[in-house]
């Protein structure tokens, strides 16, 4: 992957608190979807500000396509950021809110229009150019928010949370737009949320942050499958977490003690300290009446959810300790006619290999 944005030990203080951006490093490519992921208050609207040039770094260097960002201002720099809560001029019609990016960089009226209207037709609201904000959707407006950034063709697009504020269903229809819009115009989009499906679902890549730090960086299918923490697999979708020790190393499986699985040999990776957690993926797990024989890892429980999502059936046993253990189970017949129900007791069963072992 070719280096675009590259974000070397950059960390942001303010004050004397605990640093907002703590030693943070990252390789952006071109043609990349990038997602920023993690909890309120952990530093991703910082470092975003800190690309665009609104945010001096208090250390380290910020480079895009080789050349050194620190002292370059805002806007010369090749990229840009669409806010959080998108901002427009509402005495402006659509067609004047897109040319106004390329008025700030003095191009001729001429250029202006043209480009304003071509790329009001890759966000397909050509047809709406003399409407005012104020006559618009959530959705349109939001596109009329992108568009504006997307006239002066950036290198790197910065989005903060572009979507939070628009209803779910919209939500995924932009989702799929954003996605569809990188692939066309092939340069990079970085965008922060803290949404995990979105992340998911659109990323080509994502950081996951944490006080400031990113604990891990990868692709959705990497961060899922092979969490490095507790941390990043809790954040990163469902997942079923047992607290264990390990207790013996036995060829290439180490064998933990776990609470209510008795003991487990699994074979990931080790990590480094003697308390650690097993974790298993919700779709991992079968549900039976009886008991099941073999080696397979097994925890009995009463159903108390049973959620029916139409693709997949979500069934949450309780065990006898009163933790929770979520199966998701889908929806290919498998299930037959009878559901678990709310108050029987079942048994949630998977296979060894199916457990990861996390550290902190
Ligand atoms: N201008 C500022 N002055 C002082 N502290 C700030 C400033 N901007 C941000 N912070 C602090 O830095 C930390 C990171 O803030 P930031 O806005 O980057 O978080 P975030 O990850 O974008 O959170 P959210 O998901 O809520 O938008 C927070 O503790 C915040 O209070
Ligand atoms: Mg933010």
Known sequence: MSGLLSIQAVSKRFGDDRPAVDDVSLEIGRNEFFALLGPSGCGKTTLLRMIAGLETPSAGRITIDGEDMIGVPANRRPVNLVFQSYA????????????????????????????????????????????????????????????????????????????????????????????????????????????????????????????????????????????????????????????????????????????????????????AGGVVTLAVRPERLRITAAKPAGDVVKVAGVVGDVTYLGDAVRVALTTPQGRRVLASLPNDGRLGESLPEIGQTRWASWAPADMLVLGD
């Open 88 to 271: 427009i001029f509402p005495h402006m019609n659509v067609l004047q809110n897109v040319e106004y990016g390329l008025m700030v960089v003095g191009a001729p009226k001429a250029e202006r229009r043209q480009r304003a209207m071509e790329t009001l037709e890759l966000v397909q609201l050509a047809d709406l150019a003399r409407r005012a904000p104020g006559q618009l959707s959530g959705g349109q407006r939001q596109r009329v928010a992108l568009a504006r950034a997307l006239v002066k063709r950036p290198k790197v697009l910065l989005l903060d949370e572009p979507l939070s504020a628009l209803d779910a269903k919209l939500r995924d229809t932009m989702q799929t737009e954003l996605v569809h819009l990188q692939r066309r115009l092939g340069f990079s989009f970085v965008i922060v949320t803290h949404d995990q499906d979105e992340a998911l679902s659109i990323a080509t890549r994502i950081a996951v942050m944490r006080d400031g730090r990113v604990s891990q960086v990868g692709t959705p299918r990497e961060l899922y499958e092979l969490p490095a923490s507790r941390f990043v697999a809790e954040f990163i979708g469902r997942i079923n977490l047992f607290d264990a020790r390990l207790v013996a190393t036995e060829g290439g499986a180490v064998v933990c003690d776990a609470d209510e699985l008795g003991r487990v040999a699994v074979t990931t990776p080790r990590p």
